[in-house]
């Protein structure tokens, strides 16, 4: 049962340690120097909306504050942004005006979004050769395939004065997810790997590193 919003001496994040969305949000609690505790959600499979903060939609991660509570990873960031001071400067979704940026941020979220399909359906018990999981693979496939052949003009792109960008946050947690549960090789990807291998040095990176909650 989730504390009373006037219970709560500091934020809850709502999710597991081996979700990539969920580590989105830690990450960004960590660069923000946001204290907050984690309440593990146990079963994805359940269809209570409680035990994931209430959100309806049933996944992961949510935000417990004095204030209510935050769907979403993005919704996430944006308010331990605003719990920071000073607050870091941030690039957001909205921020990325330029067709290779935007589009590089859309696949990301859908590649993430996909690996999450993949997982579940195998939890389920999902036949690899259904017409749905080939295509599911298939777009996962393609879509790394662009950002490995981007990244690098893609990072480029980025304002150099930035502290922190939501992009490169969700781009390094799906490709070390990837490997973590292993649903894609990602040794093929160089780019990528350079690219995380730098983002790893952070200490908001190694403070969250993938595991399954006990």
């Not at 660069?31 to 996944?59: F, H, I």
């Not at 696949?107 to 018990?125: D, F, H, N, W």
């Not at 990602?186 to 990528?192: C, E, K, N, Q, V």
Request: net charge neutral; charged share 20%; glycine share 4%.
């Amino acid at each position: 049962m989730a504390a009373a919003p006037e219970e709560l001496a500091k934020p809850v994040i709502i999710g597991r340690s081996s979700s990539h969305f969920t580590r989105v949000a830690r990450i960004f609690a960590a660069e923000m120097r946001v204290d907050y505790s984690l309440r593990v959600v146990r079963d994805l499979m359940s269809p209570t909306a409680e035990d994931y903060g209430g959100n309806p939609a049933l996944k992961i991660p949510s935000l417990q504050t004095p204030q209510g509570v935050w769907f979403g990873s993005l919704n996430v960031c944006r308010e331990l942004w605003r719990r920071s001071s000073p607050r870091p400067r941030v690039v957001w979704p909205e921020d990325l005006d330029q067709p290779l940026l935007a589009n590089a941020q859309e696949l990301v979220l859908q590649a993430m979004s996909t690996e999450v399909s993949l997982v579940m359906g195998k939890a389920a018990g999902t036949s690899d050769s259904s017409a749905h999981h080939v295509k599911m693979r298939q777009a996962l496939v393609n879509m790394m395939s662009w950002l490995e052949e981007n990244v690098r003009p893609i990072l480029a792109a980025l304002p150099p004065e930035r502290d922190l960008s939501y992009l490169e946050v969700t781009l390094f947690c799906l490709v070390t997810h990837l490997e973590f549960r292993g649903v894609l090789p990602t040794a093929p990807y160089s780019a990528l790997n350079e690219f995380c291998q730098r983002f790893a040095t952070r200490a908001s990176a190694s403070e969250t590193s993938f595991r399954f909650d006990t």
